[in-house]
T-cell receptor, first 113, second 111 residues
Framework: DTGVSQNPRHKITKRGQNVTFRCDPI?????LYWYRQTLGQGPEFLTY????????KSRLLSDRFSAERPKGSFSTLEIQRTEQGDSAMYLC???????????FGSGTRLTVV | KNEVEQSPQNLTAQEGEFITINCSYS?????LHWLQQHPGGGIVSLFM???GKKKHGRLIATINIQEKHSSLHITASHPRDSAVYIC?????????????FGEGTQLTVNP
């Protein structure tokens, strides 16, 4: 297992376009988290899954954002009609419910121009 | 007031100095994480602790649950320690164990 993998690493998109990011967690981890980090700030919680169920969504996650984890393995985060304010690093992390250790991916840096 | 606050925001040290980064939190937690983030964004977990003290190499992390305070110490600092250090409070199981992050401390160690 190579840890948490995120793709793509970088994405530049024009305002108004849709983008989708993928996260492949550590295979035995049943929890998967998405966080967003803007420049100079700590990450902020967006949403998390336990297996395939999305259990919580932050108020930061507007209607333009949707996340899925269809088979309880990889997850996708889609942003529709991107805005410049969506420019940020999107971080994925996974963990086991029974053990608190987190493993982070390298993130996807989104730039909306 | 943020739920997790770190100090200082920026720290510059000379190689070999002893470094302390502080973290205070106001939420109930199940654990406190210390993380390291290098340019490019990747985050590495350094410590997860819920009581007492942990040590790994030149890094030491302590937590005082009653005072809701944690510290990260780096002994004999080295330029390769330059990074952003972030503390994060892990919520209880009922809140999904999600992390609430501090804003990070940018550490620069000069040779």
């Amino acid at each position: 297992d190579t840890g948490v993998s995120q793709n793509p690493r970088h994405k530049i998109t024009k305002r108004g376009q849709n983008v989708t990011f993928r996260c492949d967690p550590i295979s035995e981890h049943n929890r998967l988290y998405w966080y967003r980090q803007t420049l100079g700030q700590g990450p902020e919680f967006l949403t998390y899954f336990q297996n395939e169920a999305q259990l919580e969504k932050s108020r930061l996650l507007s209607d333009r954002f949707s996340a899925e984890r269809p088979k309880g393995s990889f997850s996708t985060l889609e942003i529709q009609r991107t805005e410049q304010g969506d420019s940020a690093m999107y971080l994925c992390a996974s963990s086991l419910v029974s053990f608190g250790g987190y493993t982070f991916g390298s993130g996807t840096r989104l730039t909306v121009v | 007031k943020n739920e997790v606050e770190q100090s200082p925001q920026n720290l510059t040290a000379q190689e070999g100095e002893f470094i302390t980064i502080n973290c205070s939190y106001s939420v109930g937690i199940s654990a406190l994480h210390w993380l390291q983030q290098h340019p490019g964004g990747g985050i590495v977990s350094l410590f997860m602790l819920s009581s007492g003290k942990k040590k790994h190499g030149r890094l030491i992390a302590t937590i005082n649950i009653q005072e809701k305070h944690s510290s990260l110490h780096i002994t004999a600092s080295h330029p390769r320690d330059s990074a952003v250090y972030i503390c994060a409070a892990r919520g209880r199981v009922t809140s999904g164990s999600r992390l609430t992050f501090g804003e990070g401390t940018q550490l620069t160690v000069n040779p």
